[in-house]
Structure formats: C-alpha cells, structure tokens
C-alpha cells in the first residue's frame, strides 16, 4: 500500500464484529483491507456454506473453511475504479487470492465470507464481514444480457448468484394461498436462475423462494420475495404477475397507432410538474370513482384536461408527473385507507387543527409524492381505479395526456429503495444480500438520499436503471424521464440510459428513442460527493451532454435567499428587493443593493442558459463570465449548451412561489401586486434560454398553506383547485410541524390575513399573464436558439440604470423571420421603469403583438419611443418588445 502508516499497537483482544463488514472483495482475486496488511500476519477469507461462523471465546467457531489471502497492492486500475478506498485518507491496502484457492470462490460466495487477520502465533486478531459487490461484477459480467424477468410465454429469470436454491412460487390468485413450487435451474457462467413456463402461466402470481445467505439476519434464509423486475403485481404489492405488455387486453383502443404530440427540441420544452391525485382529487368536475387517478385524464370534459389543453394550446409541450412506479406508501385499494374525519374546511385559516388531523392518518391515507421505490417497473396501483388495471389505465392516461397536445415526462427514483435488508418492503436486497445498495465503510447501507441508497454503479443495479427505462418508453410511450438526486448516479449509468434510448426506433420499438428528454437533480453531496466513488452525474458534469440538470442559481436569485433559510423573508429579485429598506439584510450581512446586484447577475445568466462560458457586463461593471459568477462557493454558469439547463423558481420541493412570495413581500402589499410578482417571477424562467420547468398550479397562485414539504401532507394542503371560486389553497391552516413548526410564528398572521387570499380575478390574471407568457416564447424561436454559439452571439444585456430592473435584447435576424431583434424589460420594482436603449433610437419597436392585445390594461401601458430609444414598462412587469426592419 502507498503512503506511510504508523506500526499497529499489539492487540489486547481480538477485533472481532461479524456484524460489520469492513474488508471489501472487489474482484475475484483481491480483497480491500481496512489498514496495512502486516507481512508477519496471517489472512483468510473463512467461509460457511451454513451460515454458522460466529465469534466466541476469542475465536470463530462454526463450520469453517479458508480461502487463503496474501498481502498485496490494489493496481491502478482497482484505484482508479474503487477511488473511495485509494484515497489518502481512506487507508485501504489489498490482500491477494492464493491463487490455490482460486477454485474456491464462486462457491465461498454462496455463503457467510468472514475476513480474518491471524497474529504470528495464530492469536486471532481481525474478524469482519465482507462486502461482496465487486466480486459479484468481476465473476458474473455476462449476466449483463441475460434476459431477466418474465422472459416471454411463462418464462421467468432472476439473477441470483448467491443464492444456494431459487424456486418459483406460482400462486392459483392474488391472495389465495395455494401454490406450486418449482424447482428453478442455476447458469453457472451468469448467476442467473430460470424456469421455462407453458403459455398458460400468464396471468398467474408469482414469487420467488430465494436461499441464500442474509448478512442482516446472520443466518441462511428462505426469503419469499417478488421479482425485480416485475412488470406487474398484485393489490399491496405481495406478488409478481406474469405478463405479456404487448397483449391486446392490456391495451386501450388505439394505442398501437397512438399519435404524439410533435417532439420539442429539449431546450425549447416547457415542464409542467403534475401530480396524479392531486390534478383531480379536488376536481367535482370528475366523476368521484375517478377523482386521483389515471382515469381523470381521459375525462376530457373535466376542469383539469380542459385546463390542460388550454396550456397545451398555449404552447405548454410537457407534463412532467410525479413519481407514478409502484411505491411502498399507499394502499393500493382505497377500502384499505383511512381518510381525515375532520371537516378541514370549517376550521380557521390559521389553526393548527388542520394540519393534526392531516397527521393522524397520513401513513394510512390516499396521499404521498411517492420516492419510497416498492417496484421500478410496474405503475402505481392506488392511482388506477382497480389496481388489477393499473397497466391499460396508465397507458389510457398517456394517450389522454398526448391527446390533449402534451408529452409525458416520468418522475423516476432510482437512487432509492423504500427499504433494504430483511424489511417485508424490501424487493432487491432480499434476492441479492449486500449488492444492489450502497454500503459505508462499516458495511452498513449509505442513507445519504434519505432512504436506503442504491448503487448504480454496479453492473446489475446499473443495468436495472437502463432495462427499466427503456420498458417505460417502448411499453407505455413515455416522452421523458426525470431522475431524482441524479447526482448519487455515475455519470456513465446516465449516459448508458441516453444511449440505449436513441437506439429505439419507431419502426422496430414503436417509439423514436431519440426525441425523448432527460433531466434530473443534478446535487452534489453525501458519500458520493465530490467523485468520492466515480464521477457523478452532477450540473457540471452533465455539461455538453445534453441531458438536463436543474439550475437552483435563478431560483434562489429570484425568490431570495434559499430554501434552506431560517427565516423565510429573505428577498430576491423577484420578490421586491429593489424595493427593500437599505437597513434589510440576509444571513451573510450584505445590504439589499449588493445583493440585488448580485441576484440581477445570476438572473442575466439564467436567461442565457446558464452557460458557463457566456460573457456579459456584470453588476462590477466589467465583462464576466458564467464561470465567475458565484453561488454559494460554486461557479454559478455550468452548462456548455442550453438543453443541459432545468431553469424554474418553484417545484414540488419547497414552498410555492405563491407561498414563498407571501413570506417575502410586506404584508400590505396589495393581492394585484402578488399577481404581478407572480407573473415577472415566472417571466424570467419563460423567457431564457434552456428548459422551462413550471410547478402545476403557479400559473393560477397555486398555494399549499405555506407547507414547504408536502409529501405526506394529504389531499387537503396539495390541493390543486381548477375553480377559482374555491380559492387557491391559501389559508388552509398552520403547516404541517413535522417541516413547518419552526416557521408557524411567520406564518400565522399571514394565513390570518384575508386580504392575502386571491379572488377570481386574481388568478384569472395570473393565468392570463401565463398564457401570454407561453405564447411569447413559442411566437419566435430566438427563445430557444439551441447552442451557446448563438446565445453567445445574440443575447446581451444593455444597462437599465435602475436597480431591480434588467433589459435583455435577443437578435432575432436570421432567427425569427417577423423580428429583428426582441427586447425584455423585467421592471422587479414599485415604479414604472423607463431605460433608454441607445441602439433603438429611430428603430421600428413596439409591444409584442400578445402584449399589445392583452387584456390587463397595465401591461398595455408598455411603450416605446423610437425618438428617444425609451422602453417604459410599469411596476412589477415583464414588458416584451419587438425591432423589425
């Protein structure tokens, strides 16, 4: 081993915990040791074909047997491939395979592994648990294209290469108990285990008798367990089903020949965030059979797909919705849940009744996001009607979404599992103990994501990520997919994603892989953080891919602050501060006008993609680059190409923008005023260049409470309410506390305060404003100009002169064959702002034909004076302007 460690102190006692696993066998010839190996030491692997190695008296006992290890050194390839146990102060050294026992490892693994360390006299010294995954990878590579899952008729395949006996348990239904057991054979070569079926075994439930050696139970076990790659599953999940998708009665009629909506270039999408019961939960306009589920979006004559496709002819190209794969959380049959008995809406806005009543049943009630992963590749059951139609109604709600004008973006969560271990709800680890999660130093399952992480970066689980995306798309003409903390993927497993996508064809798959769209969280943090493991697919690596990552730089420069803020008041550019008192200060002690400046440059670079080699004039006055513009200690531009850019200022994390907004702005400021920072907070993600990516419901001051976590809140804070009439969600009681306590002293005057609470007019404006501001973007392609070449070449920013107010001009020769050059005012202040644009004096510019017909009187107050090269806009607006020939 490199590097220099101080002698080990003589051992009063055997280090002996069989209950972590510290040594690391990452290829089939080499073992990852915790320490340097000493040469006068002695090191086996001992192991048990029964499971019965423990640690008594100072040594181990049970039926053991030795696979012989030598002190040695990890090449540079292992270093290279394993960077977390080379690095300097990881102090990891390499013990060899004896190359005599070579002959005995595939079958050690089948077993309990125990990594000993023997003193010179054969005092045992060392004896841990041993992670098994590299070996796995390194013996079973050509596992990697065996078939997997139901194989076609009443075939089924499980890769199982640790396991001592796999049988297939075939059930006569969903919850009888009477079943067959078949003995299922053993590839030597892949671990994989399989049983060719009759024809007639399709339809039948299934599970897997896996025996195999279970680290978390420290014992051999039998574990009944369903298929990972399950296509389908019974109510609660309990079985797999053996299915054909391609069968014509899990087809709605029409869906071979479903047409698409034509396919955006990525960065020319505009992402509605949806969530499945939240779009008809609270819907009237539903029939109350469908109301939460796929079936609402064939209800064309419902609010919500009416609404939809009002968007859709906007120009709105994509729903993107929430988390829709099995997940562990719900109860599939609704008979099975237990809804709030409280009469929420008779109680005061500001109570924290709401919110208790919420708590007593939300484990047992209809509602939650859903990134608690149960089965990756089958729909979510509490969202169809019958969870025994699941697959035909997902597919129905598709083909009413693309019907509609929209694509289907697919919120997916392949960076967790809801469980891990020996856990009922846990499906991989059950089949192959210790290999699809990712495990600590001590063996233990890395948490980091919030739940029990899994690890992409090995082959099978890699491989799980890719099979299971390409059967969204070629099964259920899914559009896009979003992956969540994509940073906790290696880069590469994205990219074998993208890879395997652009291989399908519409004449060979039935789908165009090519012109589906990816994007995901690109955050860098946790054990992976920083390339600790393999370089991740964080914002900065994913630049020049084309794949997308959200851009939390305009979000916070927008809003203010960031989500993270003990005090939620913070302002942005958004939120009017311009308009601050010059005594108003942020966590870090800077005033409100080096903090606007600072927030307008980190807005200007969001319109411009938030490109890291883009060159503008920044607050100090002198030419910037993306680059060196800061966010908290990180470059602020990343992307090399607009598509590698998710710009937004709200999502499903974190409040509203309604609800952020009314923790920002002075509690006096009138609701109008709401509607227009609402609408010049939207404008700046509309406007610019990359991905528009817009949570359901801002369009219209969508509001939950001001719960900043939702995702177990119920029906009641996440209502999504498509009549006016009832509101917009505010006012519905004190947040949850288990996320908002700490906040209830903000916000209980404000949901106190009735004139905080929109009218119809209210949120008719702000849907108007976020038609026009949709239709803007798609009236002209220099909105999206697709390179960084072009936005290099065509956008600048010209000096307003006023804080809180930025002129962005796009030349649109060549681009836009109705403009010359677009000008956007974004006036964040109290006052009508008036720049002088040198370049535009004696030109021909005017309102933006939308503009100039829009039916708010204020927003037609935009002008401009040729005479002069004055643009005027008013308060609080996003003023748009055209320069023809």
């Known amino acids: 081993m490199d590097g220099y460690l101080l002698p ?13 696993a510290t040594a690391q066998w990452i290829a089939r010839d080499t073992v990852a040791w915790k320490g340097e190996a000493a040469e006068e030491n002695h090191y086996a692997l001992a192991c048990s074909p029964t499971g019965g190695i423990a640690y008594e008296k100072g040594d181990l006992t049970g039926d053991v047997r030795l696979i012989r290890l030598a002190p040695g050194r990890l090449s540079d390839a292992q270093k290279a491939a394993w960077p977390h146990l080379a690095s300097p102060g990881a102090a990891y050294g390499a013990l060899k395979v004896d190359p005599r026992d070579a002959g005995l490892v595939r079958d050690a693994l089948r077993g309990q592994v125990v990594a000993i360390e023997r003193g010179p006299s054969g005092a045992l010294l060392t004896a841990t648990g041993v992670q098994i995954p590299g070996v796995l990878d390194d013996l079973y590579a050509g596992a990697a294209k065996a078939p997997l899952g139901p194989t076609g008729h009443g075939g089924l395949a499980v890769w199982a290469p640790t396991a001592q006996k796999v049988e297939l348990a075939l059930y006569d239904g969903p919850s009888t108990d009477r079943r067959t057991v078949h003995r299922m054979r053993r590839d030597d070569a892949t671990g994989v285990w399989s049983i060719d079926g009759p024809a007639s075994w399709r339809g039948r439930y299934y599970t897997y008798l896996v025996t195999v050696y279970a680290p978390a139970a420290g014992k051999i076990v039998t574990n ?3 298929d990972p790659y399950s296509l389908s599953v019974s109510a609660g999940s309990r079985r797999s089903q053996i299915v054909d998708l391609g069968d014509r009665s899990l087809r709605p009629e029409g869906w071979t020949g479903l047409e698409k909506p034509p396919a955006v270039r990525q960065d020319r999408a505009s992402i509605y965030e949806l ?4 779009f008809s939960a609270s819907d009237a306009t539903v029939p109350a059979a469908r109301r939460g589920t796929y079936k609402a979006f064939t209800e064309t004559g419902g609010a919500g797909m009416t ?6 002819k906007d120009g709105l190209t994509h729903v993107h919705l929430l988390p829709v794969f099995d997940f562990a959380t719900v109860p599939d049959r609704k008979a099975d849940r237990t809804e709030p008995r409280c009469d929420l809406a008779a109680l005061p806005p500001d109570s924290d009744r709401q919110q208790a009543c919420v708590a007593e049943t939300a484990a047992k009630d209809s509602y939650n996001w859903g990134y608690d992963p149960l089965h990756y590749t089958v729909p979510e059951g509490s969202y169809a009607t019958d969870p025994d139609r699941r697959i035909k109604e997902f597919r129905e709600m598709v083909a009413g979404l693309n019907g509609a004008g929209l694509r289907v973006v697919m919120d997916v969560v392949y960076n967790h599992t809801h469980a891990a271990g020996q856990d009922p709800a846990s499906v991989l680890d059950r089949v192959v103990p210790g290999y699809y999660h990712r495990l600590m130093d001590d063996g233990t399952v890395a948490t980091s994501t919030c739940c029990a992480n899994t690890a992409p970066e090995h082959a099978m689980m890699g491989r799980l990520v890719v099979d299971s995306i390409v059967t969204w798309a070629k099964e259920y003409k899914v559009d896009g997919f979003r992956f969540d903390l994509m940073g906790h993927h290696p880069k590469a497993n994205i990219l074998a994603v993208r890879e395997a996508l652009d291989a399908l064809t519409p004449e060979r798959d039935g789908v165009d892989g090519r012109s589906i769209i990816l994007y995901g969280e690109g955050w860098d943090f946790g054990e992976v953080a920083g390339g600790a493991r393999f370089e991740q697919a964080t914002q900065a690596n994913m630049a020049g891919t084309g794949i997308g990552t959200f851009s939390d730089r305009l979000r916070d420069a927008v809003r203010g602050g960031t989500p993270f803020d003990a005090d939620p008041g913070v302002r ?3 939120s009017g501060l311009a308009d601050s008192a010059p005594d108003d200060s942020a966590p870090d002690d800077s005033g409100p006008a080096d903090r606007l400046a600072h927030y307008e440059d980190l807005v200007k670079l969001g319109l411009a993609g938030n490109l890291r080699d883009f060159t503008f004039t920044g607050s100090s006055g002198t030419p910037v680059r993306g680059s060196e513009v800061d966010h908290n200690g990180s470059p602020a531009g990343y992307a090399a190409e607009p598509a590698d850019t998710v710009t937004y200022v709200d999502a499903h994390d ?20 709401r509607v227009r920072m609402q609408s010049l907070s939207l404008a700046t993600v509309l406007l610019g260049q990359g991905t528009a990516f817009v949570h359901a419901g801002s369009e219209r001051l969508r509001s939950k409470s001001l719960d900043r976590n939702s995702y177990d809140s119920g029906d009641w804070f996440n209502r999504l309410l498509w009549d006016c009439h009832e509101g917009n969600g505010f006012g519905g009681g004190l947040p949850p506390a288990k996320d908002n306590e700490a906040r209830w002293p903000y916000a209980r005057p404000l949901l106190a305060d009735p004139a905080l609470k929109p009218d119809c007019a209210a949120i008719g404006a702000a849907r108007a404003r976020f038609g026009e501001l949709l239709r803007i973007r798609y009236s002209s392609p220099a909105f999206s100009l697709g390179s960084a070449a072009e936005i290099g ?4 920013f010209p000096p307003s002169g006023t804080p809180g107010v930025i002129v962005m001009r796009i030349d649109a020769a060549g681009v836009d064959p109705a403009n010359k050059a677009i000008y956007v005012v974004f006036n964040a202040t109290g006052k009508t702002a008036a720049p002088v644009v040198p370049a535009l004096k004696g030109a021909r510019v005017a309102p933006h034909p939308v503009q ?3 039916d708010d009187p204020v927003v037609r107050q935009a002008s401009a004076d040729p005479a002069t090269g004055t643009l005027t806009v008013p308060a609080r607006t996003a003023g748009v302007f055209t320069e023809t020939s």
């Not at 080990?8 to 972590?20: E, F, V, W, Y």
């Not at 609404?307 to 859709?312: G, N, P, T, V, Y």
Request: no cysteine; glycine share 6%.
């Open 307 to 312: 609404e939809l496709r009002s968007l859709a």
């Open 654 to 673: 974190n409040e509203t923008l309604f609800d952020a907004l009314a923790y920002k702005l002075p509690r006096d400021t009138p609701i109008a005023d």
């Open 793 to 796: 070449r065509r956008i600048s």
């Open 224 to 226: 009944e367990v369903t």
């Open 275 to 278: 969530h499945v019961r939240d």
């Open 572 to 574: 942005g550019f958004g």
């Open 852 to 854: 100039a017909a829009s």
């Open 8 to 20: 080990r102190p003589a051992a009063t006692g055997a280090d002996a915990d069989l209950s972590r």
